[in-house]
């Protein structure tokens, strides 16, 4: 049925029929498009790799790269890389599954976003980055499942600590308003400019893959795709405000 197109005619009913049936059909047509893409990126993502790493191996058994310890360890890293990619993709299937459940409890926010902040003071340190956990003066309780919503801000905060350079600062809070609990992570980092804005919580989708590529703890574009998965099966929402070279702001709204 691919590309199909009815004849919007006959009565009232008919034509109504056939509109609908045009929308399935393009939406199909769509939804196809997007998977082979997304077959690509991911054949792409994971023979780069793959090919390099055979590469190496295969000098170290011609005997033209030495089984230094060194040598080994690059092996290693991007072994590791392959295995992240790995758990990021099942995780992301598992958040947009229709057979995915939430254990949803009463949970004191400020208490959940304060061990993530201390779980992440050592990245930050360690590159030289100004963190802070902005604590609300009210108590903050959401009904959510704690372990999904640590995903979520683990993934805003790590990305912020990663576009972010040496030097410069990246404040976590959490405030209550009329729609519900609001968490945000704001940086002064790299920022996101208008045109890519609103396509970063596609699947896949970096704003530089060659910079991406180079870097090894880089992921493969699916963090973000991941949160809003999981924000909106708590029934919430995610969203952006970024300049480049100003830094961005991420706020996610239970
Ligand atoms: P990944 O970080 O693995 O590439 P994400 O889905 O987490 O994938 O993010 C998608 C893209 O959005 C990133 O590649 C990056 O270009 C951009 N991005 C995300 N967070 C930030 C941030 N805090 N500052 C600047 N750019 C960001």
Partial sequence: IRGTRMPVTGTSEMKQLASTINALVAEFDRQEGWRKQ????????LRTPLTSLL??????L???LPATEENMHKIHTEIDRLCRLVDDLEKLSEAEGARFELNIGQVDMTQLVKDVYEGFLFMSKGKDIHFTFQKPHVPCYAEVDPDRFIQIISNLVSNAIKYTPAGGSVEMGLYPAETGIVFYCQDNG?????KDLPL????????????RRKNASGGIGVGLSIAKALAEAHG???????????????????
């Avoid at 997304?38 to 993502?45: F, K, R, V």
């Fill in 38 to 45: 997304m077959m690509q990126d991911l054949a792409h993502e």
């Fill in 55 to 60: 590469s190496r191996i295969d000098a170290i």
């Fill in 62 to 64: 011609d005997g033209i």
């Fill in 190 to 194: 790299i920022g996101i400019s208008k």
């Fill in 200 to 211: 970063i919580f596609n699947r896949f989708y970096r704003v530089d893959k060659s910079r």
């Fill in 236 to 254: 919430g929402t995610i969203g952006v405000e970024s300049a480049p070279g100003k830094g961005s702001k991420f706020y996610v709204n239970i």
